[in-house]
């Protein structure tokens, strides 16, 4: 567990927006935090636990619901900025809103809405990507696989890894990667629950410098085997930093590890819908798309899971749920779930 100096450094590293510090008075020891925006609710908070101070401050949101009107913060000294931007769009907090989530702006609300207006099944393909995440999991868990590392983990959205992980390997241990600020807090505040998972600030352009984090390895031993997951997010980078990743991933992993991918399409997708979904992100994310071939080459050198590299909605459903891609559709997205065996045997997965 960190020290409470550490701790504090962590506190302030993630809520720049905030002036953060320790009182000692009378024997007594409380956090203050004090809002360098006017426009935040709340401006001044008062505990003596620091995990109460990181809710609180997760939870800050603009007293009024307009971002023209929300005013500029002070930034933090010695720092360019805070990385969070609430005045353009955010992948995580985008994703959030599609799946009825409470954690997004007026920007993210509006960059949804204006993909939703032209293409509703995004809705419908969001919410089939989440349920294609859990019973992924299980299925890796249930092959004994104890220790996942979420790239890419965006906002906590229930059940989360370790939630579905932890049902089957109650022991099971997660690391949760991502660089956005927002997502960072949510995820030290709701989801470090405990020594066995972990939150890591790291860039998918840089895998190297995340799969070398001390936090990382403290928490994962990549001498046993290992589960990562790229869910949602490797569309999101240029083609070749999503192929960086993933090949520094397989490179990395223990033979019995495995590596679960969903990613969107341009094969079979409108291409209307790739330049709106950029149209709405701006300069904040580069939307990327790639073919089913190109997609399927990530798993190269690993062994799919049945039935293989296939749109998101028919990976094992469960029960009579919908198995092929709905009517009508004009995107696609496609998922798969490989082990990285030792050698080539004949292994039926």
């Known amino acids: 567990m960190l020290r409470s100096h550490e701790a504090l450094a962590a506190v302030r590293a993630d809520f720049p927006r905030f002036r953060i510090w320790r009182e000692d008075a009378c024997g007594r020891v409380r956090f203050v935090s ?5 426009g935040l609710n709340p401006h001044t908070v008062v505990t003596a636990d620091l995990g109460e101070l990181r809710v609180a ?48 702006y007026p920007a993210d609300r509006a960059a949804a809405e204006a993909m939703l207006g032209m293409f509703p099944e995004i809705g419908n393909m969001a919410r089939a990507n989440r349920a294609f995440l859990t019973r992924a999991i299980r299925h890796v868990a249930r092959h004994g696989v104890d220790q996942f590392i979420d790239l890419g983990a965006g906002l906590p959205t229930s059940p989360n890894t370790h939630e579905t992980a932890r049902r089957i390997m109650p022991g099971a241990r997660v690391a949760y990667v991502d660089h956005d600020p927002m997502v960072l807090a949510h995820a030290r505040a709701l989801l470090a629950v405990d020594d066995g998972i972990s939150v890591v600030a790291g860039d998918l352009r840089d895998p190297a ?51 679960i991918i969903s990613a969107g399409t341009s094969t079979g997708t409108d291409p209307a819908l790739i330049t709106q979904v950029q149209a709405a992100y701006g300069d904040t994310a580069q939307v990327t798309g790639r073919s ?27 029960g009579a749920r919908l198995t092929r891609r709905p009517p009508q559709a004009r995107a696609r997205f496609l998922a798969g779930v490989a082990l990285k065996p030792a050698s080539l045997p004949q292994w039926q997965p």
């Open 34 to 38: 004090r809002s360098r925006c006017s």
């Open 209 to 259: 410098a995340i799969l070398a984090s001390p936090v990382l390895r403290t928490l994962i031993d990549f001498h046993q085997p290992v589960c990562v997951l790229l869910v949602s997010v490797l569309h999101f980078l240029p083609a070749g930093d999503a192929d960086a990743v993933v090949a520094a991933v397989k490179d990395l992993m223990a033979p019995g590890s495995y590596l």
């Open 292 to 318: 089913e071939a190109e997609i399927t080459a990530w798993f190269d050198g690993l062994l799919l899971a049945r039935p293989g590299l296939v749109d998101v909605w028919s990976w094992r459903p469960d």
């Open 57 to 104: 401050l997760t939870l800050a949101k603009p007293c009024r619901d307009s971002l023209a009107t929300f005013p500029a913060c002070e930034p933090a000294p010695g720092q360019p900025g805070s990385g969070l931007s609430l005045h353009r769009a955010s992948v995580a907090r985008v994703y959030d809103y599609v799946l009825g989530g409470k954690d997004h």
